[in-house]
């Protein structure tokens, strides 16, 4: 079978460089240099149009070609293990857009005429909308025009969400749990990753600012400046993008910046991702849209070239038309400072029935270039 040869070159490969230095093999190895040796024709992945009542959109791209091309990055002796997630607690930088997280930790307790001594905490809020976090596909919906509050309630019986589920199909009743396209519906992400390094293209080594753009250009630029030409964004990869703008994140949060503003994605690249079938793009920043100064206490116009009516045009577009999960708040500073481009990621949301979005812990694995 063709699909036992692919598995026998990956888990060869890694076999003998085992035997070599890992400097010798961190950028030599064929693997990591031809992403065909890892795509058999009759394995490859899959891409749209996906079946008539599908809910996982992008997450259709995982499977048995997406898990082999990871497993070279995993299994490469040259690998490091990075963790992309910030470390949760109740003083972190919260979201104005979720109920802020309480963590109330018990005393120690244990059974009675027993050994045990017990520790337990209880968390209250919004744990989907805090920290690191993936956005299930159901998270936004469009409305056929903008909402005038001066009208009344916002017309939500009329939003419309990913392949054309209505607002009744999808969350009929206002205490209901997303009925399609939830969190429960994400598949494990388990995939190669492109990473972008946007502070060192874009920001020419400073942090990007609030509101400033990433655009389809610049992607095209930074897939060239960092040697990925040959490979590209393909079907199934997740996308990080290193803005710098974690180095803002701090716990305890004393300045609150890191919420007031950020730097994101501007519409041509939002639609030129699109195009490339990835299961997620991930940002170092809170929102993946660039947000201006003021523009959250409604002080400031969204960015040039937002389309009116739709200021969050990346979660609009990514979520509710393409089916391509967010993934917000990702540290990606080490994977960036190593030139770790390509890596291994597993990105593992919780199953929560009906749940908007949840909270993660991305990893990756991958050999630096330095």
Known sequence: MKWMNVIAVTLAASAMGACDSAASRSLEDPLLSDPMQLEDP???TPTPPWPAGDERGMGNTQGVATRLRCAAYMAHPASREYELSHVRSETM????FSVPLDYQYEPTFGPQFSRHAVNGETICGEPAGQGTQMDAIGHFG?????????TGPIPSQNAVYYNGYTQAQVK???????LKLGIDKAP???????LLDARAYVGRGNRLAGGQLITAAHIQGMLQAQGLGWRGILPGDVLYIYT???????DPNVTGVYYSQSPGLSVDAVNFIAQKAIVAVGLDAPFVDPVNPGQLQGQAP???GTPPGLPFYAHHYLLSQAGIHLLENVRLKAMAQDKTWISCTLVLALKERGGSGSAIRPVAYGPPRL
């Open 42 to 44: 009759l394995l490859g």
């Open 93 to 96: 930088p919260m979201s104005p």
């Open 142 to 150: 469009v409305l056929p025009q903008p909402w005038d509050p001066a």
């Open 172 to 178: 009929p009743t206002p205490d209901s749990p997303l």
């Open 188 to 194: 494990p992400i388990v995939t190669t990753a492109v």
């Open 244 to 250: 710098g703008w974690e180095e803002l994140w701090e």
């Open 302 to 304: 969204p960015p040039a």
